[in-house]
Nanobody, 119 residues
């Protein structure tokens, strides 16, 4: 099992930036890829971005391409989500998730961090 703790959320005006961090501990050697998801009030949780442990093949939801960047620091077992040009529709709880080898899907989740973008 992998424990995940997100931080960096907050209130920002439209057009502003935030950087989210996700610190991982536990069986991090078992992790194949890490991802960010978000859930707005009354909506389903949606995929935002993902990156493999090797740093290859970052992928993004169409809604954030060109504005968000996912990255990782292996030495710190931390994954980041740099969010630029934020829009009110980016307001959501952002969750970090880990997918272990053989799991087939994300199987460990953080508690989430709130991001609020004011217009």
């Amino acid at each position: 099992q992998v424990q995940l703790v997100e931080s960096g959320g907050g209130l920002v005006q439209a057009g502003g930036s935030l950087r989210l961090s996700c610190s991982a501990s536990g069986r991090t050697f078992d992790v194949y890829k890490m991802g960010w998801f978000r859930q707005a009030p009354g909506k389903d949780r949606d995929f935002v971005a993902t990156i493999t442990q090797s740093g290859d093949s970052p992928d993004y939801a169409d809604s954030v391409k060109g504005r968000f960047t996912i990255s990782r620091d292996s030495a710190k077992s931390t994954v980041y989500l740099q969010m630029n040009s934020l829009k009110p529709e980016d307001t959501a709880i952002y969750y970090c998730a880990a997918c272990s080898y053989g799991a087939g899907n994300y199987n460990d989740w953080g508690q989430g961090t709130q991001v609020t973008v004011s217009s």
